[in-house]
């Protein structure tokens, strides 16, 4: 038997992007957490912050001074994935931070040729160091989202449990389909996850079975519940589960993440 005769047991780098085009519908508070809850079960994760407002940043930590080069330059062409990444207190997770120059960047974008697969181009450099790579994407569909999504393998989608929940998503699915169809082949819909759960509110319970309904299996079957605890995280720039590991929210961001690797396993074992 050579080394040849062994299955390859090197896992394959997966890129996750976590997107919705709606602002404040959880997407930083999953990627951050979900992030934390993968390298804690020894995986080795980069965010890398694709949105201007830098929330994942601050939400792991990242002092300003660490953000001099940030996912802008790397986008531009200015600097190099490595020169950009930033380690974490939690080890094995490391971050691209973002940047104010970030909000300009979709017209500068547009010069390029390569403008929607510059993300993509730039990631190759070290997203075999990685085992997942999560894009936390800006609450619009612009060239940030789509370098996001030509660059990712799937896409998680949060999904906040409000009325108009199912209209907002139906465009967000058509992006993805399109990407998928001209640029992307291989891109698919990791799962959407209810966040902000009130249990309190039928409102809740009447959004998240209309989802269910519509999108079946796709739906995670872990809901992310509203919880004090998630929203203090940040201002202490700590993932909740850092914070306050006992919390709800704390454990139903452990459950997703179980949910999430056992679906990567199915899928691309
Ligand atoms: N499960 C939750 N319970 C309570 N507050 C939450 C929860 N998830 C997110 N939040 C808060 O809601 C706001 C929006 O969440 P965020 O993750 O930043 O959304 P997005 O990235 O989609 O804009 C933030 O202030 C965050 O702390
Ligand atoms: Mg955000």
New binding site residues.
């Given amino acids: 038997m050579t080394i040849s005769d062994y299955p390859l047991s090197i896992q394959k780098s997966r890129c996750i992007a ?1 997107a ?1 085009q ?11 957490n979900l992030a934390t809850a993968m390298a804690a079960v020894r995986k080795k994760i980069l965010i890398l912050d694709l ?1 201007p ?1 830098g ?2 940043s601050t ?1 792991l930590g990242v002092r300003h001074d660490q953000r001099a080069i940030n996912s802008y330059h790397v986008l531009i062409g200015e600097n190099s994935i490595s020169e950009a990444i930033v380690e974490t207190s939690i080890p094995g997770l490391h971050v691209v931070p973002s940047g104010v120059d970030l909000s300009g960047a979709e017209i500068e974008l547009v010069e390029f040729e390569d403008r929607l697969f510059r993300l993509k181009t730039a990631l190759a450099e070290r997203i075999d160091d990685y085992d997942y790579v999560l894009i ?2 800006p ?1 619009a569909l612009g060239l940030l989202t789509v370098n996001a999504l030509t660059a990712a393998n799937a896409v998680l989608v ?1 999904l ?1 449990c409000e009325f108009f929940a199912l209209e907002g998503i139906s465009h967000l699915v058509r992006t993805i389909e399109r990407i998928k169809k001209s640029y992307n082949p291989d891109l698919e819909i990791q799962g959407i996850v209810l ?3 009130d249990s309190r509110n039928n409102l809740s319970d009447a959004v998240a079975s209309d989802v269910r309904q519509y999108f079946g299996d796709i739906v995670y079957e872990t809901v ?11 201002s202490h720039g700590k993932p ?1 589960l850092l914070y306050d590991t006992r919390c709800a ?1 704390s454990q ?1 961001y452990i459950h997703l993440a179980s949910e999430v690797l056992k679906r990567e396993s199915r899928l691309h074992a």
């Fill in positions: 976590v919705n709606k602002g404040g519908v959880g997407k930083t508070t999953t990627a951050i949105d407002q929330n994942a939400g936390d994407c609450p949060p906040q966040t902000m759960f992310i519940p509203r919880n004090v605890r998630v929203s203090e995280a940040p909740v929210g139903a």
